[in-house]
């Protein structure tokens, strides 16, 4: 009984962390650059520890991770020249009070100081990992699909562009921003794919997180009604406890106060210890 309702809890533990992500994608729907997840589960097999008798490993459900869609999302022309939309491989670099971020959220801006910073005002980082800046009262940058950028009367500068082995370990820090311990892997020229006066989109795709939802919901139903059946079986079970207990001790009026209204564990006196002995039930009481 106790193992059949610990594995409906793993399920339905296991779905409601299924409902949180596909609940936390639909509300970034419209965040610039975002990537939905989904969650991972695999089998747990909890072996047989008795040690005697033929009783069956118990198989549970296990959320152990997420995996993040990398897939890039649609670019959509804002025609603020200060926007760049990467439409290819990497991360922008940010320094991130005292250590360095990455994003893929061009939405850019220039400081009071003339710095190239984020939404979230953090500074954005050229190819030798140093501040971009464009002084005030320059003309507006042009930006080349290799990270180029060109301001009329000012040095050349090179948005950094980055990678990683494994894109999956990036941790999100908020203002979608992430941050790794891998070591970061400046994207080959030809491959860095920059369009200026655009932004990526979300790569959600609000149907398919609708239809995951109900298919979620309706997965809830049989754990949740097997739960609440074992639930009710165990208050019959302590019910009809009381009432034995009640017929044993008939006659013991000094027994009248010690049987509970709810089940719990409680003390009564030695003599119907004695009388439950002989039931064998004598395990349920404690000895004053």
Do not use: W
């Not at 990526?200 to 795709?205: C, I, L």
Request: with cysteine.
């Amino acid at each position: 009984m106790e193992n059949a309702f610990l594995v409906s809890l793993s399920h339905l533990s296991s779905l409601k962390r299924e409902m949180d992500i596909i609940a936390n994608n639909l509300a970034n729907v419209n965040t610039d650059s975002f990537k939905s997840e989904n969650v991972l589960f695999k089998e747990y097999i909890s072996p047989n520890t008795e040690g005697e008798g033929n009783i069956p490993e118990i198989s549970f459900v296990l959320d152990y991770g997420l995996v993040r869609n990398l897939t890039v999302g649609t670019l959509v022309g804002t025609g603020s020249p200060l926007d760049v939309a990467n439409n290819g491989e990497g991360y922008f670099a940010v320094q991130y009070k005292d250590q360095t971020a990455y994003t893929r959220n061009g939405n850019f801006h220039l400081s009071d100081k003339g710095e190239l910073v984020t939404s979230g005002g953090y500074p954005v980082l050229n190819a030798d990992m140093k501040p971009i800046i464009i002084p005030p009262g320059s003309e507006l940058p042009d930006l080349a699909s290799d990270g180029t950028i060109s301001v009329p009367g000012r040095p050349i500068q090179k948005l950094g562009v980055f990678n990683f082995t494994n894109e999956q370990n990036l941790k999100k820090i908020g203002n979608n921003l992430l941050i790794t311990d891998e070591e970061r892997i400046p994207v080959p020229k030809n491959k860095i794919t920059l369009v200026q006066g655009s932004l990526e989109t979300s790569n959600v795709q609000p149907i398919s997180e609708m239809t995951r939802m109900i298919e979620c919901c309706a997965n809830i139903n049989p754990p949740r009604n097997s739960l609440k059946m074992k639930m009710n079986s165990h208050a019959r079970q302590s019910i009809n406890y009381r009432v034995s207990a009640s017929a044993i001790f008939t006659g013991h009026a000094e027994l009248s106060s010690a049987i509970p209204s709810e089940p719990s564990r409680v003390k009564v006196p030695r003599a119907a210890c004695e009388c439950l002995a002989s039931k064998q039930k004598v395990n349920r009481y404690e000895v004053p």
